[in-house]
């Protein structure tokens, strides 16, 4: 494991304020992986600081677009050079299993940052329209905070707009995965960024919410819980600041009645257990239809036990640990609740035996479940599965859209066409049919409590900046 004695502030390596440390612990062993240097407010102010110097007086704002995309195209290929180190630091931190990690965890930020090179060769951050000439200026300094289920990926959807756009930035990877950011850092600070423009923290809450009310911060840019993002935004609210928000999500998974049950079903095993059930978008309420209910839930039900669970650095694992002690706790309360409010257990729902040490839970699936229920509205963020009955379209429908959430979804059917027009009822940031998968030219984030804004595609540009109009006389 690597280990860091100092932050990453204004182009160098410097020790904590407080001589405070996050400990790392093995999802998988429950034993110390290593540590890593914590923030505390007093760290926060000196990376305002220096992200404010390197934007107020640095060239970093003021240099032509080409030079930014020469130096993060510098960082593209450091970064592949490191993609196996990466990929592992990853799962030993938070337990994504290696099956997937080379393309969830370093495969998909390197997506992320081939695409804003492309696209911001030929932005035109500057246009004439009659007597004015519009500028989409840098917004400023750049809060990142970012969650610990894929922390490159919701890094990169963040750095790579926000530093071709000319902002600086202060990112807050979380505890849980506090040493993949930092090494991010070093991958940036080897592509030669200037001093002060990329500056990391690991930090606690404590230290993530005094950043967000800093006075020095122009924009937010949060990646996490829905209860976190309401939070930020009532902070950001009350000093008119920017700020976008991808938050959390209850996405419904509908099977129409023509769709082909096994081809589904193999298709969920990706779409709902993704990353061991710890996916934002992740479609954990399945909507069968009266008919084909049994069918869909004996489907799922002898898929699951198909999902190897167990160390995620064997390449034939499907089903990691979850991230932590307190994560498990978190998904076995969803499952008593669920058994409490008269759903049933059709499927896991336990400790595999198996592996008494690490925090595992078996793939679960859950039948007998009505929309009202706790489990078919929380987001679990674990491996924990809802199937629910609808009589016909339009019931289907109400149901997806009966939640608080909008973020992802999915439609499964025979007849394509068909799908997208059931799609376009569907209050929801994004849904796939038949599990196609997303594309980085598409915006991606949420309705209702899911979010506030957009990520990738050209939206995700322009979450970094300001318009600004300048009118010379005729």
Known sequence: MPEYEGLYIGGQWLPTATGDSIEIISPVTEGRLGSSPAASTTDIDRAVAAAR?????????????????????????????????????????????????????????????DYYLELAGSWNFEQQRGQSLVRQAPVGVVAAIVPWNTPHSAFMVKLAPALLSGCTVVAKPSPETALDGLLLAEIFAEAGLPEGVLNVVPAGP??????????????????????????????????????????????????????????????????????????????TRVLAPKARYGEVVDALCQMVPTMKIGDP??????????????????????????????????????????????????????????NAMTIAQDEIFGPVVAVLAYDDEDHAVSIANDSRYGLGGGIWTADVERGVDLARRVRTGQLSINGASSELTTPFGGFKQSGVGRESGPEGLLNYVELQAITCPA
């Open 206 to 283: 404590e230290s993530g919410e005094y950043l967000v009310s800093h006075a020095g911060v122009d924009k937010v840019s949060f990646t996490g819980s829905t209860a976190a993002g309401m939070r930020i935004a009532s902070i950001c609210g009350g000093a008119i600041r920017r700020y976008s928000l991808e938050l959390g999500g209850k996405s419904a998974a509908i099977i129409l009645d023509d769709a082909d049950i096994p081809t589904v079903v193999q298709g969920l095993r990706f779409a709902s257990f993704l990353n061991s059930g710890q996916v934002c978008t992740n479609q």
């Open 53 to 113: 110097k390197a934007f107020d007086e640095g060239p970093w704002p003021r240099m032509p677009v080409l030079e930014r995309i020469a130096i993060l195209e510098r960082a593209r290929k450091i970064y592949a050079t490191r993609a196996d180190e990466i990929s592992a630091l990853i799962t030993a931190e938070m337990g994504c299993p290696s099956s997937i990690s080379g393309l969830l965890q370093v495969g998909y930020p390197q997506h992320i940052l």
């Open 313 to 370: 650095t064997d390449p034939t694992t499907e089903i990691g640990p979850l991230v932590s002690e307190r994560q498990r706790q978190r998904v076995e309360h969803y499952i008593s609740v669920g058994l409490a409010e008269g759903a049933t257990i059709a499927a896991g729902g336990g400790r595999p035996s198996a592996l008494p040490a690490g925090w595992f839970i078996e793939p679960t699936i859950f039948c007998d479940v009505d």
